[in-house]
């Protein structure tokens, strides 16, 4: 009788330690992964990033009913970054940041977390990875790289007379100054004199981009996302100074620009997604490269290229993307 008592608190205790052990840490109500995004700010581009992450997750079955998608928005706010980052860690099985301040801000609070990269121009040189073929830490993903060269290669063939070249980029984006000073090197090797124009913050866009217009023969935009966000601002003063803006991607050549090789940003946010899909999926970040989108599409604005009164050849229009037509 003693021992069958001593048996039966035995393995009552045994069960009750494993069921204790089971639901351990885990929220009783929500079983899902999370998937905790951070966008630095709202612009044309990362807009469509951010719907291509979506787009990517879907394609691997994540999706808003099986899991949660937590979008959280910085609005280019520093102080935000450290904030939001804080909560989407607090809860989030995979982390992805939009543009490079908010990957930043994500990997200086968490080295456990697996962060993805989404659309980070130069993720070397802004600290992220060491080696982007050979991730070592919580961090890979996604790469946007212009093709500084090709995109050179219009510019001069819309503008054989090309000479001054003003650059247009902030300061505290290090995807931007790297990509500017991609495009001084191999500018300045064919010739060309370049000149960089540095804003802190949007407020500066109108005065700095003002004086760049009227230094130069035509504006070059790296991807930079304070450019971006008051891009309105730069197409208004070009118009006025009647020189051209030669943009990093698409969406700001319908928006004004007169030409670019762009990466389609839709597809670096699809990619972006399915690589978060697959380390939910339980692949290992070091065995996930950074995965790099150099080739760019020619894209052109005929209405811009009208207005400043560029031919667009044959050769020119060739295999081209022709937005904002001319009423004949
Ligand atoms: N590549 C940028 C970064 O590293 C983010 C970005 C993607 C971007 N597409 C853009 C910025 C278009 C400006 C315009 O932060």
Redesign the pocket.
């Known amino acids: 009788m003693r021992e069958k008592t001593l048996y039966v608190t035995t393995f009552l205790l045994f069960a009750l330690l494993i069921f204790a052990s089971l639901t351990e840490n885990k929220p009783t109500e929500n079983e899902k992964p999370v998937i905790g995004i951070l966008q630095?700010v709202s612009?044309p581009?990362?807009d469509e990033?951010a719907d291509g992450i979506k787009e990517g997750l879907a394609e691997s079955d994540y999706n808003e009913e099986n899991s949660e998608i937590l979008l959280l928005n910085a609005q280019g706010e520093q102080n935000k970054i450290q904030t939001m980052g804080q909560q989407l860690i607090q809860r989030s099985d995979v982390l992805i940041g939009?543009?490079?301040?908010a990957?930043q801000g994500l990997a200086n609070q968490t080295t456990k977390i697996p962060i993805v990269m989404g659309?980070?121009?130069?993720p070397e040189k802004?600290g992220l990875v060491k080696d982007e073929t050979q991730p070592d830490s919580n961090i890979t993903g996604v790469s946007?790289r212009s093709p500084v060269a090709a995109q050179l290669d219009l510019m001069t063939q819309l503008m054989p007379q090309l000479k001054k070249i003003g650059l247009l980029f902030s300061s505290n984006?290090?995807?931007?100054k790297a990509q500017a000073q991609e495009m001084t090197e191999i500018a300045e090797s064919r010739g060309f004199v370049v000149s960089s124009y540095v804003v802190s913050s949007t407020n500066d866009i109108k005065v700095v981009s003002q004086k760049a217009l009227s230094e130069n023969d035509a504006l070059y935009l790296?991807?930079?996302?304070t450019?971006?966000s008051g891009f309105e601002t730069v197409v208004a003063n070009a118009k006025q100074a009647q020189k051209p803006i030669f943009?990093?991607?698409s969406?700001?050549v319908t928006l004004g620009g007169l030409a670019t090789m762009g990466?389609n940003?839709k597809q670096?946010g699809i990619e972006t997604g399915r690589m978060a899909a697959e380390i939910l999926q339980g692949k290992k970040v070091a065995d996930l490269p950074v995965y790099v989108f150099d080739h760019g599409e020619k894209i052109i604005n005929e209405k811009v290229a009208a207005e400043l009164g560029i031919p667009l050849t044959a050769e020119i229009k060739k295999d081209a993307q022709l937005v904002g037509e001319v009423q004949p």
């Open positions: 630095y612009h581009s990362l990033i939009i543009a490079t301040p990957a659309a980070i121009s130069y802004a946007d984006e290090d995807n931007a790296p991807t930079d996302n450019i971006a943009p990093s991607v969406q700001q990466i940003q670096l």
